[in-house]
């Protein structure tokens, strides 16, 4: 339970730079951008976890909790266009 609480809150800042990061005009508020680096982050905690990269009870780093969060955020964008047009 805390690996979560851990992988939320490194979501949420991970999220917040990833927007920094992403280049593009995101209109995409905080409360998405936050979800969005939390999916990141739980992204980057399980498929780390698939691949063996992390234990049982470990949640993903934040610069893999960045990156997942970047993916997100282009995925994301990427549908947001298309539902757009």
């Known amino acids: 339970m805390w ?3 851990v992988a939320i809150v490194v979501g949420f800042i ?14 995409s508020g905080f409360i998405v951008t936050t979800l969005l680096g939390i999916g990141g982050s ?6 780390g ?3 063996g990269l ?3 009870n470990s949640a993903a780093g934040f610069i893999a909790s960045v990156i997942g969060a970047i993916i997100i955020l282009f995925l994301y964008n ?3 266009k298309k539902s757009r047009v």
């Open 54 to 56: 992390y234990g049982e």
């Open 3 to 5: 690996t979560l609480i």
């Open 42 to 47: 739980l992204l980057a905690t399980y498929a």
């Open 78 to 80: 990427l549908i947001a």
């Open 49 to 51: 976890r698939l691949l």
């Open 14 to 27: 991970a999220g917040l730079i990833a927007r920094a990061i992403h280049p593009g005009n995101d209109k």
